[in-house]
């Protein structure tokens, strides 16, 4: 099954006609996920080709404007084309009532149901999970309460070593069990252990988001051995004054984290509209940590 992340805004604070506001769209074991909503995400949807009916849950990092400000928009364009199934919201405390009230003032009436989980401001661990995945959050450490996400793959089931069962001679009722990672004992005594045939399951991937944040050394644990990180990289090494004032990060602290937590890859972005490129971004960074990228809007990264 596919892993991969959609980047559909990359700039801090204020859309530009090549970056829109923080964004992206996970589409993980046929979930769609969308963390962070900032002005205008909807029209990205649209201009990159991402299906936004299909979101089944929306993950909000903290309740800046960057961050928040198309997700009124997007709820109603969602029922203005006859959304019915239900939507999740996780996010931190204030967004149920940040939408709701904005709902309530423009007389808009939800036709589909929302589910709201609000987060306490320190609150980590698992906070949604099913059959195929769990996602977990962490605290950042930003102006106002902020919120990083994991997202992990479950480990599926085993898969069988036709040639290696045919010769046991046992049932195929009992294939079932041998795939979740059982040895059995058929009617005629004879014992067959999982190992022997099936091959192990298909190795699991895993993505973290990290905006808005200061260089925080506590995610680090929250993040280890990490597919693929996204980390904010709002300014380069000359403004780190202006980084520390506003808790965000440089490039050089996203890729320490990075190379701190064992990262395989990672994504910076949330750039400052000052920058008219982000080369200085991408070198200072690589003379940490190898494997980064600076995406454009729309860009596809697989896990």
Do not use: W
Not at 48 to 57: C, E, G, I, M, R
Not at 155 to 176: C, H, M, W
Not at 213 to 230: E, G, S, V
Not at 234 to 259: C, M, P
């Amino acid at each position: 099954m596919s892993f991969k992340v959609t980047i559909l805004g990359t700039g801090a604070a204020v859309p530009t006609l090549s970056r829109g506001t923080t964004s992206q769209m996970i589409n993980c074991q046929q979930r769609s996920i969308l963390i962070d909503c900032g002005e205008a995400t909807q029209i990205q949807m649209r201009k990159f080709k991402v299906k936004f009916q299909n979101v089944q849950l929306i993950l909000i990092s903290h309740l800046h404007g960057d961050h928040v400000f198309g997700l009124p928009g997007l709820i109603s364009t969602m029922q203005l084309l006859g959304r019915k199934k239900a939507l999740t919201i996780i996010g931190p405390k204030g967004i149920k009532a940040f939408l709701l009230t904005q709902f309530k003032i423009v007389g808009l009436y939800n036709g589909f149901p929302i589910h709201f989980s609000e987060l306490d401001e320190k609150q980590e661990g698992i906070i949604f999970e099913d059959k195929c995945l769990k996602i977990s959050t962490f605290p950042l450490k930003h102006r106002i309460p902020t919120h990083g996400y994991r997202i992990d793959e479950k480990p599926g089931k085993r898969r069988l070593n036709k040639q290696a069962f045919d010769q046991t001679g046992v049932s195929n009722s009992y294939i079932e069990k041998l795939l979740s990672g059982a040895d059995i004992k058929d009617n005629s005594g004879v014992i067959v252990k999982s190992e022997d045939v099936t091959y192990p399951h298909k190795p699991t991937k895993s993505y973290a988001f990290c905006s808005d944040t200061a260089y925080h050394l506590p995610i680090i644990n929250h993040i280890k051995n990490i597919d693929l990180l996204y980390h904010e990289a709002t300014f380069i090494d000359k403004e780190g004054d202006r980084a520390v004032e506003t808790y965000h990060s440089t490039a050089k602290q996203a890729a320490a984290i990075a190379l701190k937590a064992k990262a395989k890859r990672l994504i910076l972005g949330h750039f400052s509209a000052r920058y008219k490129n982000m080369e200085t971004h991408l070198e200072e960074a690589q003379t940490i940590f190898d494997s980064v990228f600076i995406p454009s809007d729309g860009e596809v990264f697989n896990i």
